[in-house]
């Protein structure tokens, strides 16, 4: 849904639980962090811009010298170039927008690399039904800012969230004996129907509320 004023945003987002800005992220953000990224992992020059071929790069490193590789996700985590942009005026703005008139940081940014070949179980690239409230710990009207920093077709596993859930509240969690993720909804609470598919592009700011159901679609991609 294309919105066209900051009333019609703020009513979407307090109804549904999310809202997307559409073209608000600079691009130079979203490159800077990509770049330093590239350099963190020692991506080829050669390579660089193509997530295919940086993907099998990924996946042959994680497969090779796993330290390194876990070394390097932890660093990119913490680049200046995303650190910079969780606080740029972008985001505050529309954040702002949505009735946060001060807006504080409850988590740090996080960038997440999803593919089954650079993952130790599913849980690594296949996020189930969760709450981000539930890590946050931060206040009940916590709002989530996510961006992709790529294209990321149906194929790759776009983002998925249940509209209005934000309105149940926080849901009880069920910890699976076989799951490496202890944050997961019980299942017995959920109605998988409801889950719908989010179209985000790069530039674009999806902004969720900390207690809107979301979960990881399942890449099935090479990229």
């Given at each position: 849904m294309i919105l066209n004023s900051s009333i019609e945003e703020t009513n979407y987002y307090k109804k549904n639980g999310y809202v997307i800005f559409k073209n608000i992220i600079n691009e130079k953000s979203r490159l800077d962090i990509l770049e330093e990224v590239?350099?963190?992992?020692?991506?080829?020059?050669?390579?660089?811009?193509?997530?295919?071929?940086?993907?099998?790069?990924?996946?042959?490193?994680?497969?090779?010298?796993?330290?390194?590789?876990?070394?390097?996700?932890?660093?990119?985590?913490?680049?200046?170039?995303?650190?910079?942009?969780?606080?740029?005026?972008?985001?505050?703005?529309?954040?702002?927008?949505?009735g946060l008139n001060h807006p504080n940081i409850a988590g740090r940014s996080?960038?997440?690399?999803?593919?089954?070949?650079?993952?130790?179980?599913?849980?690594?690239?296949?996020?189930?039904?969760?709450?981000?409230?539930?890590?946050?710990?931060?206040?009940?009207?916590?709002?989530v800012a996510w961006t992709p920093l790529n294209n990321i077709s149906t194929e790759m596993g776009k983002l998925k969230l249940i509209p209005f859930s934000h309105k149940s509240g926080l849901h009880p969690i069920k910890k699976e004996a076989s799951s490496t993720y202890d944050l997961t909804i019980d299942p017995d609470f959920l109605n998988e129907k409801k889950f719908i598919e989010l179209s985000v592009n790069p530039g674009d700011l999806l902004l969720f509320s900390a207690l809107t159901i979301h979960k990881s679609g399942i890449n099935n991609s090479d990229t």
């Open positions: 590239y350099d963190i992992f020692n991506i080829p020059n050669s390579i660089r811009g193509n997530f295919k071929l940086t993907t099998k790069y990924l996946s042959k490193l994680f497969q090779e010298n796993f330290a390194f590789y876990h070394g390097a996700a932890k660093a990119a985590n913490h680049s200046i170039a995303l650190n910079r942009l969780s606080v740029s005026k972008e985001i505050i703005d529309c954040i702002k927008i949505l996080v960038i997440w690399f999803q593919h089954k070949s650079i993952a130790k179980t599913e849980n690594y690239h296949a996020l189930p039904a969760h709450q981000e409230w539930s890590n946050m710990q931060g206040s009940i009207d916590g709002i």
